[in-house]
T-cell receptor, first 114, second 112 residues
Framework: DVKVTQSSRYLVKRTGEKVFLECVQD?????MFWYRQDPGLGLRLIYF???????EKGDIPEGYSVSREKKERFSLILESASTNQTSMYLC?????????????FGPGTRLTVT | SQELEQSPQSLIVQEGKNLTINCTSS?????LYWYKQKYGEGLIFLMM?????EEKSHEKITAKLDEKKQQSSLHITASQPSHAGIYLC????????????FGSGTKLNVKP
């Protein structure tokens, strides 16, 4: 079974702190994604990566950066956390196979910024 | 950008009842994915539809993609408490297959 793990299920940080969210997948997937999920807004794509050291901005990249130094690991960085970044963060990965792009999701990290 | 609108936003049904969730796209769908999310957890893939008119079933859940490929429905027959959760539809961006868009989700509660 594909496994996508995230470093923390729950995280509480203070405003202005630098925050790292880690995601690891064990299926050699090329694509990895970071989403945030907020009530009434659904899932919104922050960044995605289609290869090591390659990244593209999603719909809401402001205030975030990412790092992908190894194929299995995709990190989301909040340079200076703010209260409006309190959210559920979901990581996903997918492989490029034919014309399907089924994504596998991690369990999520619920981040609270106080 | 592609937009996916789901309806209803929330649903409460009595156990044993049938229900339908709809997902409407503002653009032609190249691939439509249905996911289920248990409260506070990640998403679980249910099924994927690509061809107009396609229909797939898994246990008591059936998903259809209309002929014009702009709307999909998810139908649950004889609902059970285990069906409770948030159902989300997702779609590939037609011009960038690495990007995905999701609907805002339908929250389903099944009363025993």
């Amino acid at each position: 079974d594909v496994k996508v793990t995230q470093s923390s299920r729950y995280l509480v940080k203070r405003t202005g702190e630098k925050v790292f969210l880690e995601c690891v997948q064990d299926m050699d997937h090329e694509n990895m994604f970071w989403y945030r999920q907020d009530p009434g807004l659904g899932l919104r794509l922050i960044y995605f990566s289609y290869d090591v050291k390659m990244k593209e901005k999603g719909d809401i990249p402001e205030g975030y950066s990412v790092s992908r130094e190894k194929k299995e690991r995709f990190s989301l960085i909040l340079e200076s956390a703010s209260t409006n970044q309190t959210s559920m963060y979901l990581c996903a990965s997918s492989f490029v196979w034919g014309s399907t792009y089924e994504q596998y999701f991690g369990p999520g990290t619920r981040l609270t910024v106080t | 950008s592609q937009e996916l609108e789901q309806s209803p936003q929330s649903l409460i049904v009595q156990e044993g009842k049938n229900l339908t969730i709809n997902c409407t796209s503002s653009k032609t769908l190249y691939g439509l994915y249905w996911y289920k999310q248990k409260y506070g957890e990640g998403l679980i893939f249910l099924m994927m539809l690509q061809k107009g008119g396609e229909e797939k079933s898994h246990e008591k859940i059936t998903a259809k993609l209309d002929e014009k490929k702009q709307q999909s429905s998810l139908h649950i027959t004889a609902s059970q408490p285990s069906h409770a959760g948030i159902y989300l539809c997702g779609a590939e961006s037609g011009y960038n297959f690495n990007k995905f868009y999701f609907g805002s989700g339908t929250k389903l509660n099944v009363k025993p």
